[in-house]
């Protein structure tokens, strides 16, 4: 059992990196550095062109495989550059797979550039790491970060505790505001 100084500290150093990672554009800056040199490389590497409905697939591998290798200067080892970015855009919302498809079908690269930066910026977010290792700690711990995020929000205990991932977002959404307006 950890003594209630040690349990302080513990709530204390996990808000702040929870905080940090609500704050607008924290995961940005993790990424910035790969995503100004992914562009170019991008750009060069995929040739833009529209492509009809029986080879879209296909393409779509190949514009992967092309982003990853732009990404990371070669492909990434034992796995299906398609299969990962698809996996990174469900992590950007259910409809982003069928965006990149549409401008990969138009040809727009500046569009699947855009499409596909979004998604490596969301698995880089660190936020999902952070909830987890706050989930993992003892529940004193969790109830007295959950206590700081309601307390800030002018919120429920209760509704930070069963949607934490919400509440997250919502303060985010309060420091972007509290920024805009300083």
């Known amino acids: 059992m950890t003594d209630k100084h040690d349990i302080g500290e513990i709530v204390a150093k996990t808000f702040a990196e929870l905080e940090g ?3 607008p554009g924290a995961s940005f800056k993790h990424v910035k550095p790969d995503l100004d040199r992914v ?3 991008f750009l060069t590497a995929y040739d833009g062109k529209p492509v009809s409905g029986d080879k879209l697939e296909d393409t779509f591998g190949k514009v992967a495989d092309s982003y990853i290798k732009s990404l990371w200067g070669m492909p990434p080892k034992g796995a299906n550059a398609a299969n990962m970015v698809r996996g990174w855009l469900g992590l950007v919302s259910e409809q982003a797979y069928g965006q990149v498809k549409n401008a990969i079908k138009e040809g727009n690269k500046a569009e699947v550039l855009k499409l596909l930066n979004q998604a490596y910026e969301a698995q880089a977010n660190k936020l999902t790491t952070i909830i987890t290792k706050l989930r993992e700690q003892p529940s004193d711990v969790q109830l007295g970060v959950y ?10 205990l209760a509704k930070v505790a069963t949607g934490l991932p919400q509440a997250i977002s919502t303060y985010g959404q309060t420091l972007a505001a509290q920024e805009a307006y300083k």
Request: hydrophobic share 40%.
């Open 21 to 23: 990672e609500a704050k």
């Open 39 to 41: 562009g170019p490389a």
């Open 147 to 156: 206590k700081i995020l309601a307390d800030k929000m002018g919120g429920s």
